[in-house]
């Protein structure tokens, strides 16, 4: 899967390529907890430039990035209008800059990391959870299939995107999320009976 340009794993020799799996998890969660109370612009804007730079830094081509950004579009113009009219300008650009923001971090983090450093540091952190009955290798099966998951839904996304441009409903949101959703329950259906069939899932 490391030939993947839609949300895994891309081969290289970048700084954070070798930064470990943990270090670069944890970066990503302390920025999703920092988020819950960033604000201000000025703030919003550092969040978005440390996930451009780390972008920079794993020398991520534009191309892949506006891949990864092209299915949030919509539902970033949707929450801007919406902060506009509510609350005003400022206020829609933090919420809109900060989502942008992981997502470019989250991005960093899956394009730079393989999929198992991943889920090994998700185990190994849960480990002691065992003793109040979690099962931690599930939980890292559902980490891998989440991560995984991404380059389907952003594949599906596009899908809808250019057959709706083809019907000429490129401007109606209901016609881009509806066939969304169901393609992707679809999709989690065949993934829960492969998982079944396998014995790995009741």
Do not use: N
């Amino acid at each position: 899967m490391s030939g993947s340009t839609l949300g895994l794993y891309r081969p290289g020799t970048t700084v954070l390529h070798r930064l470990p799996a943990g270090v670069k998890l944890g970066g990503l969660l302390a920025a999703g907890v920092g988020s819950i109370w960033t604000r201000d612009p000025l703030t919003t804007s550092a969040l978005l430039a440390v996930g451009v730079t780390g972008l920079a830094v794993a020398r991520v081509p534009a191309g892949v990035v506006l891949r990864q950004l092209r299915p949030l579009l919509v539902l970033a113009a949707v929450l801007a209008i919406f902060h506009v009219v509510v609350s005003g300008p400022e206020r829609a650009y933090v919420v809109v800059g900060v989502l942008l923001a992981l997502v470019l971090l989250a991005t960093v983090v899956t394009l730079t990391t393989r999929t198992t450093a991943l889920v090994d540091v998700v185990v190994r952190v849960a480990g002691p959870l065992r003793h109040v009955g979690l099962d931690v290798e599930r939980l890292g099966l559902l980490l891998a299939l989440g991560v995984r998951s991404v380059p389907v839904v952003i594949g599906l996304a596009e899908e809808v995107r250019d057959a709706q441009r083809a019907r000429g409903l490129a401007a109606s949101p209901t016609a881009f999320a509806v066939p969304l959703v169901v393609r992707s329950l679809r999709h989690a259906d065949r993934v829960g009976e492969a998982l079944a069939a396998r014995g790995l899932d009741d």
